[in-house]
């Protein structure tokens, strides 16, 4: 396939997810690596003006991701700096999904970057929550040392940075929990006692203070179990919605706008069955209990949708 074809594929891939064309990408990586790069610099740039059907950049930060392209940083970095301000849902859910493993990854070998990325102060919650989740994903993977994460996490605690927003310091006290708060426990019961978290989002501090008795390389290990790097960007695509079979159940075969389609004529009981159906398959990764509420609200899953998941069982 050309450059354009190529390129074409991601734009539109339908209904099938383009093996062939992220195979070409990942196989020539320094033909179409300058190419990906362009194309989210393009897509920071001209937000409101691009095709919202355009699927190139979600893929171009997937492939880039893959490939580990330290070189896409920056330009990624501006088009994550959009959320919340264009009209254009330009990331639906790759930020709460996949956004911390895409950081982690173009950004390794410059987390001082990431760090002074999350102090600007017109980010969105999901972004800045995004980057800390990056941060720390680096430091349980082996990838960066732990100490100046550790350094960056008290000087926000110390600085007093967001003043009484109790959802910025739930989510900050939330990445903490996340990388083991063994040293950060005094400037986290320094928020408990200003009042300002949110106990149903990251327990009280008691809590806090059990996970820091739990073994530290234990946690590691069960973090990176839970969150591993993202390697394979078609696997990583696979729960976008339009890889998805649809719901038969969507149309119903309705013609005559009825909402009842066929059923007084030919009710379910007299129809014929079907070959018998396949065994349910799990079609999207499992989100795991401590990871970012898909819904995009900030909060972990387990304190936000997982409860509206398991009431309508």
């Known amino acids: 396939m050309t450059t354009e074809e190529v390129l074409n594929q991601f734009r539109d891939p339908g209904n099938a997810i383009p093996y062939e064309a992220m195979i070409e990408v990942i196989a020539s990586p320094e033909e179409f690596v300058p190419v990906l790069i362009r194309e989210i610099e393009v897509a920071a740039e001209l937000a409101d003006k691009i095709d919202p059907d355009d699927c190139l950049p979600a893929f171009a930060l997937y492939l880039l991701a893959q490939l580990r392209e330290s070189r896409a940083l920056e330009p990624v970095l501006r088009y994550f700096a959009l959320d919340e301000k264009t009209e254009m849902d330009l990331f639906q859910d790759v930020i709460s999904t996949d956004g911390k493993d895409i950081l982690a990854a173009i950004g390794r070998d410059r987390p001082e970057r990431l760090r002074e990325y999350a102090l600007q102060p017109d980010l969105s919650l999901m972004v800045r929550t995004m980057v800390w989740d990056a941060l720390v994903c680096q430091v349980q993977r082996g990838e960066q040392p732990r100490e100046p994460l550790v350094a960056y996490f008290r000087e926000l605690f110390a600085s007093n940075a967001w003043l009484d927003d109790e959802e910025l310091w739930s989510l900050l006290i939330a990445a903490c929990l996340d990388l083991h708060p063994r040293e950060l426990l005094e400037p986290i019961r320094g928020i408990y006692e200003r009042d300002l978290v949110d106990t149903s989002f990251v327990g009280d501090f008691d809590t806090v203070e059990a996970e820091a008795a739990r073994d530290p390389e234990e946690w590691r290990r069960s973090f990176v179990e839970?969150?591993?790097?993202?390697?394979?960007?078609?696997?990583?695509?696979?729960?976008?919605?339009?890889?998805?079979?649809?719901?038969?159940?969507?149309?119903?075969?309705?013609?005559?706008?009825?909402?009842?389609?066929?059923?007084?004529?030919?009710?379910?009981?007299?129809?014929?069955?079907?070959?018998?159906?396949?065994?349910?398959?799990?079609?999207?990764?499992?989100?795991?209990?401590?990871?970012?509420?898909?819904?995009?609200?900030?909060?972990?899953?387990?304190?936000?949708?997982?409860?509206?998941?398991?009431?309508g069982q």
């Open 226 to 311: 839970a969150h591993p790097p993202l390697t394979d960007a078609a696997e990583a695509i696979s729960w976008w919605s339009c890889f998805q079979p649809p719901d038969p159940f969507d149309d119903f075969g309705d013609d005559d706008g009825d909402g009842l389609g066929d059923i007084e004529s030919d009710p379910f009981y007299l129809q014929d069955p079907g070959p018998p159906g396949e065994p349910f398959q799990r079609t999207e990764p499992k989100i795991g209990r401590n990871d970012l509420c898909p819904c995009g609200s900030g909060k972990k899953y387990k304190k936000c949708c997982l409860h509206k998941q398991t009431e």
